[in-house]
Every structure is written in structure tokens, then in C-alpha cells.
């Protein structure tokens, strides 16, 4: 059964770094030509984007985490990751990866619309202390 699974979350002082990881069991490279993207859900708030790693590693991230967060990939290993550094309260939330349903998107593709994507992990505590 393909599935995501997230590792790495857990609680911090503001000001603290994490880094987030999503894993496949599938064979290797299987996510290769999907682009791969991190999303995030606090308590009594809607599910929102955070980052995004398309097809040829270009790179996209909501304006609240831009300097702060760094998404990336290695398809070798159906690996994605999210290293989140200067963590504020804010950033408080379960984090979910998730796989694009467009296979092959092309080199400038970007969404940031949960309904794009098809395959889900089942998320990852988030919890930034001030």
C-alpha cells in the first residue's frame, strides 16, 4: 500500500530549529516525477501550505516561513524533508507531507491547493514554545 510517513516533529523553544522528514516504502525514486509538498493544520484553522519541491527541485514557500524554512528532496531514497529554523509559536501545527497527483509537472509547476494532491502522511506534531 503506498503511503507517506513523517518523522521529526516534536516541541521547541522558540527560536529552536526541526527538521521534518517524509518517506516512502515504495520502490526507489517512486516519487521522483511528482513534486512533493509540506502543509500544515493548527487547532480550529483550515489546512495551509507551507512549502513545495516540484520536478526539477525548484523550490516554493509561503511568505510566513521564507528564511526561515528550507524544503528539499532526495529522490534516490523517496525522501523529502523540511528543516525549519528561528521556530515562533506560530509555527505551531501538525505537519503533513503530501505527493503531487501530476505526473511529470514541468519545471516552473507550482500548487498550493490541497486538492492537487493525491497521497497524504498522516502528519507530524509541531508544538513551539514561547
Known amino acids: 500500500q503506498r503511503q507517506l510517513v513523517e518523522s521529526g516533529g516534536g516541541l521547541v523553544q522558540a527560536g529552536g530549529s526541526l527538521r521534518l522528514s517524509c518517506g516512502s516504502s515504495?520502490?526507489?525514486?517512486?516519487?521522483?516525477?511528482?513534486?512533493m509538498a509540506w502543509f500544515r493544520q493548527a487547532p480550529g484553522k483550515e489546512r495551509e501550505f507551507v512549502a513545495l519541491?516540484?520536478?526539477?527541485?525548484?523550490?516554493y514557500l509561503t511568505d510566513s516561513v521564507k528564511g526561515r524554512f528550507t524544503i528539499s528532496r532526495d529522490n534516490a531514497q523517496n525522501m523529502v524533508y523540511l528543516q525549519m529554523d528561528s521556530l515562533e509559536p506560530e509555527d505551531t501545527a501538525v505537519y503533513y507531507c503530501?505527493?503531487?497527483?501530476?505526473?511529470?509537472?514541468?519545471?516552473?509547476?507550482?500548487?498550493?491547493?490541497?486538492?492537487?494532491?493525491?497521497?497524504w502522511g498522516q502528519g507530524t506534531q509541531v508544538t513551539v514554545s514561547s
Open positions: 503530501a505527493k503531487d497527483r501530476t505526473f511529470g509537472s514541468s519545471r516552473d509547476y507550482f500548487s498550493s491547493d490541497p486538492a492537487d494532491f493525491d497521497l
Open positions: 515504495q520502490r526507489s525514486s517512486f516519487i521522483s516525477p511528482y513534486a
Open positions: 519541491i516540484n520536478t526539477a527541485g525548484r523550490t
